[in-house]
Structure formats: structure tokens, C-alpha cells
């Protein structure tokens, strides 16, 4: 006959992430996906605009020159903190993984 109580006392886990390092790098990805979708709807919505280029045989380098070209500039600019956030969530995933390891 089993004699052990129904419900037993739950330890806290030893390897939890922290609350906040949690959210901050849920953040910084977020940040990264707006900012990979602004690249990549600015890119797709000039194609369309463009009627004077076939988007299947030229490239997209000649859609910098022209009509709509400021915005096919500006959306690497505004993709590279885009990449910064991915590389700062990553540290930070690491940096945490570390810091949980090692007690």
C-alpha cells in the first residue's frame, strides 16, 4: 500500500531562466521579426510599384535608383538593428544559460 501523500511539497527549480532575462530577449526578438518583415514588405510592395522593371529579371539593386529608391535604401538601415537585437538575444540566451549552469 502506497503511504506517501497525494500532493508533496514542490522545490523551485534549480535551472529556471530569470523573469527578466526571459522578457528582455523576448523583446529583442520581437524587434528582429518587425524589423526582417520591414525589409521584406518594402521589397515585395516596390516590385508591385515598379511597373516599369520585371521583377523576375532584374534585380533588386535597380530598384534603389528611381521612383520608391529611398525606401529600398533605408530598409537594410532599418534592418540592421534587426540583427543587432537577434545577436543581443542570443548573447544574452548564452550569457544566461551560463550564469544557471555554473550554480
Not at 522545490?11 to 525589409?39: G, K, M, N, Q, Y
Not at 529579371?57 to 525606401?71: I, N
Request: charged share 20%.
Amino acid at each position: 500500500m502506497d503511504t506517501r501523500p497525494v500532493t508533496s511539497r514542490v522545490e523551485p527549480a534549480r535551472h529556471a531562466i530569470s523573469t527578466r532575462a526571459d522578457s528582455l530577449t523576448r523583446a529583442l526578438d520581437i524587434v528582429a521579426l518587425v524589423e526582417v518583415a520591414f525589409i521584406t514588405v518594402t521589397c515585395l510592395t516596390v516590385q508591385f510599384l515598379r511597373t516599369d522593371l520585371d521583377s523576375i529579371t532584374v534585380s533588386m539593386s535597380s530598384y534603389v535608383k528611381g521612383q520608391y529608391g529611398r525606401w529600398v535604401q533605408a530598409s537594410p538601415l532599418v534592418h540592421a538593428p534587426g540583427i543587432a537585437a537577434l545577436v543581443s538575444a542570443d548573447i544574452a540566451r548564452s550569457t544566461n544559460a551560463r550564469a544557471v549552469c555554473s550554480r
